[in-house]
């Protein structure tokens, strides 16, 4: 049991996630992926004339258990496996976040950005509020998010996959590199 208070491996983790693929298309033919839950929630809760929320969405209803099952499975992880140390990072890692201005490595996200007294800061207001519409309108407008695209996607061979992961991980590179080292100083210095 050892094992399981510990994070494990790329090649452990990584095989065993590439291969919830396979199992998927064998089991039912249902595609991986987890920001399709939201509209399948908001068509199950908010039944209006909205036309993109006029669909079936009972037959998608095996997503909204496999999104509940990876909450259930986070709840059990931090209720019985979490060993109470901090969330050990690269120095280099660190040595770049402290010039940026964060302070506070004890929890799973930095406390100088995210902590409920900031929510109406404009660091809060950056991270909270404009970056989750931006990651929301980014999943709508790629259709999937990078799970879906990155995952199952590239593994069945889909062009379209191929270039919002490339668009992801070019977005991510030059926000973590050129954009969010000003924000950060801008914001917490």
């Known amino acids: 049991m050892n094992f399981l208070h510990q994070p494990w491996p790329w090649y452990v983790a ?6 919830s693929v396979p199992l998927l298309l064998i089991i039912g033919n249902k595609a ?6 939201l509209r399948h929630i908001c068509a199950a809760c908010f039944p209006g004339k909205i036309p993109f929320f006029q669909y079936d969405w ?3 209803s095996w997503n909204l258990f496999f999104v509940g099952g990876i909450c259930l499975g986070a709840v059990i992880t931090l209720a019985f496996f979490h060993n109470g140390q901090p969330v050990q990072l690269d120095p280099s890692t660190i040595a770049a976040l402290k ?3 964060v302070r506070e490595f004890d929890e799973l996200m930095p406390g100088d950005i995210f902590n409920w007294g ?3 800061s404009p660091a809060g207001l950056l991270f909270f509020v404009l970056g989750g519409f931006l990651v929301g309108f980014g999943t709508r407008y790629a259709g999937g998010c990078t799970s879906g695209h990155s995952i199952m996607g590239l593994s069945t061979l889909q062009w379209p996959s191929l270039v919002a992961t ?11 590199n050129l954009i969010l080292p000003h924000l950060m100083k801008w914001l917490l210095l």
């Open 14 to 19: 990584g095989p065993l996630i590439g291969l």
């Open 32 to 37: 991986l992926g987890i920001s399709s839950s």
């Open 166 to 176: 490339v668009c992801f991980m070019a977005g991510g590179f030059i926000m973590t």
């Open 99 to 101: 010039a940026a201005g």
């Open 58 to 60: 009972k037959k998608e």
């Open 118 to 120: 900031r929510v109406a």
